[in-house]
């Protein structure tokens, strides 16, 4: 079943992909609503500039701005409730922004309403005809934009099987599982050729072994497609999978914005830091060209502006080695040791720094390390 519920899930990203890759006859070709014709060349498919929303007395968008390039996969990553659904409710036309401008192409599509926006969202609840089967659910943006009904058949139809995956074209959404019908309703957007397709946790209902087969899918088709992608998710995993940027919110405000090696390597602020992927974060005081801790000196490998603040450094960055390192040397007892089948953690004191390492039979509880905190991966965070 398990197999099943991942092949029928790719068929429907395949079968969006064959209507998106293929030119509409342009004699019955129509777009609803119309594309925006971009105003100039190095203008962004999307951009959104000083965007702020208040529900009653609560602020839950803090003047967002950033913008997505043509063809570039951005994520929106954060907690729940940092405002990153409430931004995309916003992008798709769906919420009305207190203030701030969204535009699309270089044109300001802000006062308009979402059935003329060229802009599909996908949210969690799929949002699928129930009256309908698989097939008819995902040609049905076709069908409404009037192309010939052999020329939808013949496209579903090798689209399907494509896979092998004609079995499944006659089931109805409530024969589905979850993943499935979440797939589905991506397909259905993706075959109306929006100008933006936005997703709102479009694996959530996945078990974590589909959610990796289809990040990967979901990233190819991105790639092949061209199109221009923002997808919200509280996923670090997700967001490092399929991301070209990532856009880390926190209570309605943008954190950090990088690449996901930026963002990962290069934590801004403490926050960042714990939040994507685990760190090790230590006080530290500079004085006299290094940094004193309760580890002993540490030179980073570029000195913060304060006086008084925190390094981090993530577990799988620090190195054990057998005799005490020539720079940033930390000596210390391994305390609990937990074993992770391709790598261990160790938790050592003082600290207690938490070491990402492959396993080897003579790391041990007791046993006393040499560890080295290279200075290119000790970061000087904002705060």
Not at 57 to 74: C, K, M, W, Y
Not at 169 to 178: D, F, I, N, T, W
Not at 344 to 356: I, T
Request: proline residues 7%.
């Amino acid at each position: 079943m398990e197999k099943s519920a991942s092949q029928s899930i790719t068929a429907a990203l395949v079968h969006a992909l064959g209507n998106l890759v293929s030119p509409r006859p342009a004699e019955t070709a129509r777009r609803e609503p119309s594309s925006l014709v971009r105003l100039a060349p190095d203008a962004p498919d999307l951009a959104v500039a000083g965007i702020s929303k208040s529900f009653g007395p609560v602020r839950v968008l803090h003047d967002i701005t950033f913008a997505a390039a043509s063809g570039e996969f951005v994520t929106l990553l954060g907690p729940s409730g940092c405002g990153k659904t409430t931004l995309l409710r916003i992008i798709a036309g769906l919420e009305r922004a207190d203030q701030g401008e969204v535009t699309l192409c270089g044109r300001t599509i802000t006062a308009l309403p979402a059935n003329q926006r060229p802009i599909n969202p996908v949210f969690q609840n799929y949002a699928l005809f129930p009256h309908l089967n698989v097939r008819e659910n995902v040609a049905f943006g076709l069908r409404s934009r009037r192309f010939p009904c052999d020329q939808v058949d013949l496209r579903v139809g090798q689209a399907l099987a494509m896979l092998q995956m004609e079995p499944l074209a006659s089931r109805y959404p409530h024969q589905l599982s979850g993943g499935q019908k979440q797939r589905v309703a991506l397909a259905r957007a993706l075959v109306n050729e929006p100008e933006l397709l936005l997703l709102d946790e479009p694996m959530s209902a996945l078990d974590a072994k589909l959610r990796a087969e289809v990040q990967l899918e979901l990233r190819r088709l991105q790639r092949r497609l061209g199109k221009t992608f923002i997808l919200v998710t509280h996923d670090q995993d997700e967001a490092m999978t399929v991301s070209d940027r990532i856009i880390v919110m926190r209570d309605g405000a943008i954190e950090q914005v990088g690449t996901p090696a930026e963002v990962y390597e290069r934590p801004a602020s403490r926050f960042v830091a714990g939040f994507l992927g685990s760190a090790n974060l230590i006080g530290a005081v500079r004085h006299n060209g290094c940094m004193q801790t309760p580890l002993g000196r540490l030179v980073p490998g570029q000195m913060p502006d304060w006086t008084e603040g925190t390094l981090a450094i993530r577990p799988e960055r620090i190195l054990v080695r057998r005799q005490r390192p020539a720079a940033n040397a930390v000596g210390g007892v391994v305390r609990e040791v937990v074993y992770r089948g391709d790598h261990v953690d160790l938790f050592v004191e003082p600290g207690p720094l938490r070491v990402r390492t492959a396993p080897t039979a003579d790391l041990h509880v007791g046993r006393h390390v040499w560890l080295e905190l290279r200075p290119e991966h000790l970061v000087a965070l904002r705060d």
